[in-house]
Nanobody, 125 residues
Framework: QVQLVESGGGLVEAGGSLRLSCAVSGLTFSSYAMGWFRQAPGKEREFVTGISGSGSYTLYADSVKGRFTISRDNAKNTVYLQMNSLTPEDTAVYYC??????????????????WGQGTQVTVSS
């Protein structure tokens, strides 16, 4: 079956960095666009960034542009999220998701077919 497993979350001070990974199995990884979403307590799940199946197209939420970078390694079936200059507002559970349409990344969470279980990121002030 399809599995998406996030890792790399944790506690970091404001201004610090974290790198999240999402290992994917059970599907043809390069045929799926991938996205990262996050959900803070009491808030809706929101789009963070996405990447096309080939890795040639990326999309970022305005709140993370210039600080976060998404990448993927299709040989390793893994997508990454490098997060720099973290602030307490970045505190959330971070989820990776797979969209069977590989050509573009979308902000629409309803478009994603598979989800991971999430990894907690906590940024202290």
């Amino acid at each position: 079956q399809v599995q998406l497993v996030e890792s790399g979350g944790g506690l970091v001070e404001a201004g610090g960095s974290l790198r999240l990974s999402c290992a994917v199995s059970g599907l043809t990884f390069s045929s799926y666009a991938m996205g990262w979403f996050r959900q803070a307590p009491g808030k809706e799940r929101e789009f963070v960034t996405g990447i096309s199946g080939s890795g040639s197209y990326t999309l970022y939420a305005d709140s993370v542009k210039g600080r976060f970078t998404i990448s993927r390694d299709n040989a390793k079936n893994t997508v990454y999220l490098q997060m720099n200059s973290l602030t307490p507002e970045d505190t959330a559970v971070y989820y990776c998701a797979a969209d069977r349409r590989p050509y573009l990344a979308t902000m629409d969470r309803l478009a994603y077919d598979y989800w991971g279980q999430g990894t907690q990121v906590t940024v202290s002030s």
